[in-house]
């Protein structure tokens, strides 16, 4: 049990949660920051085992794929432009996750990506059409 500890140290807290589940890793989609409900359990499973043991520590690190993160990335970017033309009034401190609680139809995405193209790539005054 204590070379266990000392190999696995999440493996062995997993065997003290009740479904056994592993502790180790938190994984989120790529490019954004939302905490999937299957690793929002696993996440509160580990608090509660932490907050029980006050002597245990735990360090956290993080760690990124370059490719597929960079790819989520501007997918997540792109979602947030086009959310933020739903109300472009707003100030320009919002917090994203305000812009992540916003659904949008598939007609108001066509409709709000159109918007946030135009914004992006706004033509000079003097271009021809």
């Given at each position: ?51 029980d043991r006050p002597s245990l520590k735990l360090e956290i690190s993080g760690h990124i794929d370059p490719e597929t993160d960079y790819e989520g990335l501007k997918q997540a970017m792109l979602q ?50």
């Open positions: 049990m204590i070379s266990k500890a000392i190999t696995s140290p999440f493996a062995l807290l997993g065997s003290v949660f009740e479904g056994g589940e592993e502790l180790s890793e938190i994984s989120f989609a790529p490019g954004f920051a939302e905490i999937e409900a299957d690793s929002a359990a696993r996440l509160k499973a580990l608090a509660g085992i932490l907050a947030r432009k086009v959310k933020a033309q739903r109300s472009p009034k707003k100030p320009k401190g919002i917090a994203s996750g305000t812009l992540a609680n916003i659904t949008l139809t598939p007609k108001e995405y066509s409709k709000y990506l159109e918007i946030a193209y135009k914004r992006i790539f706004e033509k000079p005054k003097n271009a021809v059409d």
